[in-house]
Protein backbone atom coordinates (compact mmCIF):
# COMPACT_ATOMS: atom_id res chain seq x y z
CA UNK A 1 0.00 0.00 0.00
CA UNK A 2 1.05 3.45 -1.05
CA UNK A 3 0.93 6.11 1.98
CA UNK A 4 1.31 9.81 1.72
CA UNK A 5 2.36 11.81 5.06
CA UNK A 6 1.96 15.55 5.74
CA UNK A 7 3.51 15.99 8.53
CA UNK A 8 3.74 19.72 11.01
CA UNK A 9 3.37 21.60 7.65
CA UNK A 10 2.96 25.23 7.99
CA UNK A 11 3.07 27.53 5.32
CA UNK A 12 2.78 31.47 4.66
CA UNK A 13 2.30 33.53 1.52
CA UNK A 14 3.03 36.91 1.19
CA UNK A 15 4.00 37.28 4.74
CA UNK A 16 0.69 35.79 5.52
CA UNK A 17 0.83 32.20 7.44
CA UNK A 18 -2.09 30.45 5.44
CA UNK A 19 -2.09 27.21 7.64
CA UNK A 20 -0.14 25.48 10.35
CA UNK A 21 0.92 22.52 11.95
CA UNK A 22 -0.53 20.48 9.48
CA UNK A 23 -1.10 16.65 9.57
CA UNK A 24 -2.55 14.03 7.24
CA UNK A 25 -2.43 10.59 6.16
CA UNK A 26 -3.26 9.26 3.14
CA UNK A 27 -2.95 5.92 1.61
CA UNK A 28 -3.88 4.24 -1.57
CA UNK A 29 -7.71 2.70 -2.85
CA UNK A 30 -8.68 6.33 -1.38
CA UNK A 31 -10.58 9.77 -2.65
CA UNK A 32 -9.70 13.02 -0.13
CA UNK A 33 -11.43 16.19 -0.91
CA UNK A 34 -9.58 19.13 0.36
CA UNK A 35 -12.38 21.88 1.03
CA UNK A 36 -12.36 25.36 2.47
CA UNK A 37 -12.92 29.40 1.49
CA UNK A 38 -10.99 30.88 -1.18
CA UNK A 39 -7.35 31.77 0.07
CA UNK A 40 -7.54 29.55 2.75
CA UNK A 41 -4.59 27.80 1.11
CA UNK A 42 -5.70 24.62 -0.88
CA UNK A 43 -4.00 25.13 -3.85
CA UNK A 44 -0.79 25.94 -1.72
CA UNK A 45 -0.89 22.67 -0.06
CA UNK A 46 -1.17 20.51 -3.12
CA UNK A 47 2.01 22.52 -4.63
CA UNK A 48 3.69 21.73 -1.08
CA UNK A 49 2.86 18.08 -1.41
CA UNK A 50 3.91 18.32 -4.95
CA UNK A 51 7.65 19.97 -4.32
CA UNK A 52 6.72 22.96 -6.46
CA UNK A 53 7.22 25.39 -3.29
CA UNK A 54 9.50 24.55 -0.41
CA UNK A 55 7.63 24.41 2.92
CA UNK A 56 7.58 26.87 6.25
CA UNK A 57 7.84 23.74 8.34
CA UNK A 58 7.38 20.03 8.43
CA UNK A 59 8.04 17.11 6.43
CA UNK A 60 5.93 15.09 3.29
CA UNK A 61 6.62 12.13 2.64
CA UNK A 62 5.88 9.74 -0.16
CA UNK A 63 6.10 6.12 1.06
CA UNK A 64 10.17 6.34 2.60
CA UNK A 65 10.96 9.15 0.50
CA UNK A 66 10.40 13.41 2.07
CA UNK A 67 9.73 15.27 -0.61
CA UNK A 68 11.98 18.07 -1.15
CA UNK A 69 14.64 16.50 0.78
CA UNK A 70 15.31 12.61 -0.52
CA UNK A 71 13.84 13.45 -3.63
CA UNK A 72 12.20 17.07 -5.29
CA UNK A 73 9.19 15.39 -6.13
CA UNK A 74 7.43 12.32 -6.52
CA UNK A 75 8.04 10.62 -9.95
CA UNK A 76 4.88 8.84 -9.53
CA UNK A 77 2.71 11.65 -9.50
CA UNK A 78 -0.25 12.98 -12.15
CA UNK A 79 -1.51 16.18 -11.03
CA UNK A 80 -4.07 19.52 -12.35
CA UNK A 81 -3.31 22.60 -10.73
CA UNK A 82 -5.16 25.69 -11.52
CA UNK A 83 -6.07 26.18 -15.27
CA UNK A 84 -4.41 23.05 -17.43
CA UNK A 85 -1.79 24.82 -19.89
CA UNK A 86 -1.07 23.54 -23.33
CA UNK A 87 1.27 24.63 -26.63
CA UNK A 88 -2.10 26.58 -27.94
CA UNK A 89 -0.36 25.60 -31.72
CA UNK A 90 -0.03 21.65 -31.03
CA UNK A 91 -3.11 19.38 -31.24
CA UNK A 92 -3.38 17.41 -28.11
CA UNK A 93 -1.80 14.99 -29.06
CA UNK A 94 1.72 16.95 -29.46
CA UNK A 95 0.91 18.43 -26.52
CA UNK A 96 0.70 14.98 -24.36
CA UNK A 97 3.40 13.57 -26.07
CA UNK A 98 5.87 16.02 -25.20
CA UNK A 99 4.81 15.66 -21.76
CA UNK A 100 5.36 11.83 -22.05
CA UNK A 101 8.63 12.21 -23.30
CA UNK A 102 10.20 13.34 -19.93
CA UNK A 103 9.85 10.49 -18.19
CA UNK A 104 9.69 7.82 -20.76
CA UNK A 105 6.74 5.50 -19.29
CA UNK A 106 4.18 5.63 -22.25
CA UNK A 107 4.05 5.38 -25.86
CA UNK A 108 1.80 6.54 -28.55
CA UNK A 109 -1.39 4.15 -27.53
CA UNK A 110 -0.97 5.16 -23.71
CA UNK A 111 -1.41 8.63 -24.81
CA UNK A 112 -4.05 7.72 -27.52
CA UNK A 113 -6.10 5.79 -24.48
CA UNK A 114 -5.96 8.74 -22.01
CA UNK A 115 -7.51 11.00 -24.48
CA UNK A 116 -10.18 8.89 -25.28
CA UNK A 117 -10.74 8.29 -21.40
CA UNK A 118 -11.52 11.79 -20.80
CA UNK A 119 -14.12 11.65 -23.58
CA UNK A 120 -11.98 12.95 -26.48
CA UNK A 121 -11.82 12.16 -30.02
CA UNK A 122 -8.05 10.84 -30.08
CA UNK A 123 -7.78 11.45 -33.85
CA UNK A 124 -8.93 14.77 -33.69
CA UNK A 125 -5.65 16.68 -35.25
CA UNK A 126 -7.08 20.25 -34.33
CA UNK A 127 -5.11 23.11 -32.77
CA UNK A 128 -5.69 23.34 -28.72
CA UNK A 129 -6.08 26.58 -29.60
CA UNK A 130 -9.28 25.92 -30.69
CA UNK A 131 -10.09 23.84 -28.29
CA UNK A 132 -13.25 24.83 -25.40
CA UNK A 133 -12.79 25.46 -21.71
CA UNK A 134 -14.31 22.22 -21.43
CA UNK A 135 -11.70 20.47 -24.04
CA UNK A 136 -8.41 21.90 -22.69
CA UNK A 137 -9.80 20.93 -19.04
CA UNK A 138 -10.58 17.26 -20.39
CA UNK A 139 -7.44 17.65 -21.90
CA UNK A 140 -5.60 18.28 -18.47
CA UNK A 141 -7.52 15.67 -16.67
CA UNK A 142 -6.05 13.23 -19.53
CA UNK A 143 -2.19 14.73 -19.15
CA UNK A 144 -2.59 13.90 -15.08
CA UNK A 145 -3.80 10.39 -15.77
CA UNK A 146 -1.99 9.07 -18.72
CA UNK A 147 0.87 7.73 -16.92
CA UNK A 148 -0.66 5.82 -14.51
CA UNK A 149 0.51 7.89 -11.39
CA UNK A 150 0.09 6.25 -7.57
CA UNK A 151 -0.61 9.53 -6.28
CA UNK A 152 -2.84 11.52 -8.59
CA UNK A 153 -3.99 15.65 -7.24
CA UNK A 154 -6.39 17.53 -9.13
CA UNK A 155 -7.88 20.86 -8.20
CA UNK A 156 -10.89 21.51 -9.29
CA UNK A 157 -11.30 18.93 -12.23
CA UNK A 158 -15.09 19.37 -13.23
CA UNK A 159 -14.38 23.40 -13.91
CA UNK A 160 -15.50 24.25 -17.45
CA UNK A 161 -17.48 20.81 -17.99
CA UNK A 162 -20.79 20.47 -18.99
CA UNK A 163 -22.78 17.56 -17.28
CA UNK A 164 -22.16 14.58 -19.20
CA UNK A 165 -18.29 15.91 -18.93
CA UNK A 166 -18.51 15.86 -15.11
CA UNK A 167 -20.53 12.58 -14.89
CA UNK A 168 -17.66 10.86 -17.06
CA UNK A 169 -14.31 12.68 -15.04
CA UNK A 170 -16.26 11.79 -11.49
CA UNK A 171 -16.55 7.91 -12.80
CA UNK A 172 -13.01 7.88 -14.48
CA UNK A 173 -11.99 9.37 -10.61
CA UNK A 174 -14.06 6.18 -9.01
CA UNK A 175 -12.81 3.83 -11.05
CA UNK A 176 -8.87 5.08 -10.50
CA UNK A 177 -10.14 4.72 -6.81
CA UNK A 178 -10.51 1.28 -7.71
CA UNK A 179 -7.48 0.59 -9.61
CA UNK A 180 -6.06 1.88 -5.77
CA UNK A 181 -4.10 5.35 -6.54
CA UNK A 182 -4.16 7.86 -3.57
CA UNK A 183 -6.40 10.60 -4.97
CA UNK A 184 -6.71 14.72 -3.33
CA UNK A 185 -9.17 16.58 -5.09
CA UNK A 186 -10.42 20.01 -4.55
CA UNK A 187 -14.11 20.74 -6.04
CA UNK A 188 -16.02 23.96 -4.98
CA UNK A 189 -19.05 21.73 -5.96
CA UNK A 190 -20.47 20.14 -2.86
CA UNK A 191 -22.20 17.14 -4.79
CA UNK A 192 -18.56 16.27 -6.04
CA UNK A 193 -16.87 16.22 -2.90
CA UNK A 194 -20.33 14.02 -1.59
CA UNK A 195 -20.17 11.47 -4.17
CA UNK A 196 -16.35 11.21 -4.52
CA UNK A 197 -14.38 11.79 -1.54
CA UNK A 198 -14.44 8.70 1.00
CA UNK A 199 -12.80 11.73 3.52
CA UNK A 200 -13.01 15.10 3.39
CA UNK A 201 -9.70 17.77 5.08
CA UNK A 202 -11.46 21.29 5.69
CA UNK A 203 -8.86 24.23 6.13
CA UNK A 204 -10.79 26.84 8.23
CA UNK A 205 -9.02 29.53 10.06
CA UNK A 206 -5.39 28.53 9.43
CA UNK A 207 -5.75 24.42 10.63
CA UNK A 208 -7.15 21.90 9.02
CA UNK A 209 -9.97 19.34 10.41
CA UNK A 210 -11.29 16.27 9.26
CA UNK A 211 -15.01 16.98 7.86
CA UNK A 212 -15.87 12.84 7.26
Not at 37 to 55: A, E, F, Q, Y
Not at 165 to 186: A, D, F, P, Y
Not at 200 to 212: A, C, P, T
Request: glycine share 8%; with cysteine.
Amino acid sequence: MEQLIVKNVSQKFKDKELFSDVNLELSSGHIYGLVGDNGSGKTILMKSILGLIPLNTGEIWMDSDRIGKDIEFSLNTGFLIEVPSFILDYNQYQNLKLLADINGKIEKQGILNAIESVGLDPNNKEKVRNFSLGMKQRLGVAQAIMENPELLILDEPMNSLDKSGVILIRELIMSLKQEGRIILITSHNSEDIDYLCDYVFEIKEGSIQQSF
